[in-house]
């Protein structure tokens, strides 16, 4: 499960141009990564230990986040005099070391997007999480490993659509449609069914592979891509015998073969050498063909790796996005 609150430290504050009351704090949070906050002047030092929770935490409705009701109690990113805050920085009232998670103990709940009626079907049962990987990119600042990996090799980058996630795959004959959580029994009225339907990928989809995408259109997430019908963006093809992802370039090709739409790319074969976090968060800045501000972008390695077991992939955030 996504760790959602940790002992942090403040390492730096720095003053925010036009601001008397706030400045922007950096907190480490050991595994949980550096973040950025803006907290009040003068409330913290550097080196003080903090409680630091993060984006879409959802926080108890109690006496000590009664200021974030307004918020509807949930972590967000924000910009406050056009300094990005990532987190929610407070003072640490339990005890504990640098990179504890903190999340059950304060009683912090992961935030999940409103499903869309649409979305939802008659239940065959769990994902299936045996034979095919859900898909959850982390926040570029929780995997600082994987940034300094991708650094000096080639890269791409694909727009973040705003929908909810979707996987369709065939194995050993088996046609499944999946939710997030879900695998759902047939039924043209759901819409990873009629998506399936759409595309005849009963009928096309290789045994053996899974497609994973967004679903996306109107009655999806307020539809800020601004599209006329519900759709897929088709972001990752997974090799169920082999238990890997296609490599950027055949999962692409991969995709067209089936005339499945695919993410958005932005950058494709370029060398990665973005060097700070700012530029990465000034990268994920952009909209839409819509012209609403996109939600971010995912950077991937034109051949696929892992760092530690885990695939290198991650997000980032863009800042100026609200949903």
């Known amino acids: 499960m996504k760790k959602l609150a940790y002992i942090g430290k403040i390492i730096d504050i720095q003053p925010i141009k036009k601001a008397d009351f706030i400045v922007s704090a950096t907190v480490i949070c050991g595994e949980g990564g550096k973040w950025m906050g803006t907290v009040k002047k003068d409330q913290f030092n550097i080196g003080d230990l903090v409680e630091v929770y993060l984006q879409d935490a959802l926080l108890p409705k109690t ?22 805050s990532e987190c929610l920085i407070m003072p640490l009232t339990l005890e504990g070391d640098i990179g504890d998670n903190i999340a059950d103990v304060k009683g912090i709940m992961k935030y999940n997007k409103p499903i869309s009626a649409s979305l939802s079907g008659i239940a065959l049962g769990s994902f299936p999480t ?18 300094d990996e991708l650094r000096g090799k080639r890269y791409y980058s694909t727009v973040k659509a705003d929908g909810s996630s979707g996987t369709i795959y065939k194995n050993d004959e088996h046609f499944g ?25 009963p009928e096309k989809l290789h045994n053996g592979y899974a497609i994973q995408f967004e679903i996306v259109g109107p009655g999806i997430q307020s539809n800020r891509m601004g599209l006329d019908k519900v759709d897929m963006r088709v972001f990752n093809v997974w090799d169920i015998k082999h238990r890997r992802y296609l490599d950027a370039e055949v999962a692409f090709d991969f995709c067209e073969d089936l005339e499945l739409p ?34 971010g972008v995912v950077f991937r390695p034109m ?19 609200k949903d």
């Open 63 to 84: 006496d000590e986040f009664a200021f974030m009701e307004g918020y509807h109690y949930r972590v967000s990113m924000r910009r406050f005099k056009k300094v990005p």
């Open 130 to 147: 045996d034979i095919i990987p859900k898909t959850d990119e982390p926040n570029f600042q929780t995997v600082s490993d994987m940034v």
């Open 177 to 201: 449609c999946c939710s997030r959580n879900l695998e759902f029994k047939e039924n043209k009225k759901t819409l990873v069914w009629k998506l399936a339907h759409e595309y005849d990928l």
């Open 262 to 295: 695919t993410v958005e790319v932005i950058d494709w074969n370029e060398i990665f050498s973005f060097q700070t976090d700012e530029e990465l968060r000034k990268y994920a800045e952009g909209k839409y063909k819509s012209g609403y501000p996109r939600e």
């Open 303 to 321: 051949l696929e790796m892992k760092v530690d077991y885990d695939r290198l992939s991650f997000k980032v955030i863009n800042l100026m996005y």
